[in-house]
Structures are given as C-alpha cells and as structure tokens.
Nanobody, 123 residues
Framework: VQLVESGGGLVQAGGSLRLSCLAS????????IAWFRQAPGTEYEGVSG???????YYLDSVKDRFTISIDTAKNTVYLQMNSLKPEDTAVYYC??????????????????WGQGAQVTVSS
C-alpha cells in the first residue's frame, strides 16, 4: 500500500486548497481514512476522517470550512479546505486502515501513512 498526497502549497488567508491522497494497493471494501496535520513543534492533530460506514468526522476548528470526500473508483481521498487561516499552516498527512473506526483521531490506529504535503497560509 502506498499513499501519496498532493495539492499542498502557499495560499493567502481566506483562500482554498484541495488535498488529494492517492491510495495505491489499498482495498476499499472496509476502511478508515483520515487527514492529520503537524505544525512545527506540535503533535499530530486529527483534522478529518471518513470510514466505510459512511461517517465523516471533523476537528471542531475546521468544521464548516473543510470537507472530506472519497472517490473509490479513483482510489483517492480529498480534503477540500476553504476559508483557510494562518493557523491551518502545517504538513498534512493522509492515513489509512482497513478497519472502520469512530476513533479516527488516534494517529496510532492507522497502518498506512503518506509522506505529507505542506500547506502554508499567509496572513
């Protein structure tokens, strides 16, 4: 299994970005997939999760701004990020597992991780 993130970059506050996570070799019969982020000097933080039960989850600070979605035909998970703020600046990681979970925010749960994509929001 290989997860590859793309779509990061530099954007002004109030702008938008869409991150993509291509999951090669991953089976989408049952899954939990999440986006985490890590800013310099901080711990990993769960941003959003989606599982094969159809449930989606969000960190409180990104609700109503970020949307997670999945296109299983393309083996790709997306994170649409709108109204970006400087505090959203971080490296964003895609994580996946073949066991659905409501504990989506637990970084230790996931077997597979991407290499990360830098998101920088300027003020």
């Amino acid at each position: 299994v290989q997860l590859v993130e793309s779509g990061g970059g530099l954007v002004q506050a109030g702008g938008s970005l869409r991150l993509s996570c291509l999951a090669s070799g991953f089976t989408f019969d049952a899954y939990a997939i999440a986006w985490f982020r890590q800013a310099p000097g901080t711990e990993y933080e769960g941003v959003s999760g989606i599982n094969s039960d159809g449930n989606t989850y969000y960190l409180d600070s990104v609700k109503d701004r970020f949307t997670i979605s999945i296109d299983t035909a393309k083996n790709t998970v997306y994170l649409q990020m709108n109204s970006l703020k400087p505090e959203d600046t971080a490296v964003y990681y895609c994580a996946a597992d073949n066991r659905p979970t409501s504990g989506w925010y637990d970084r230790w749960y996931y077997d597979f991780w991407g290499q990360g994509a830098q998101v920088t929001v300027s003020s």
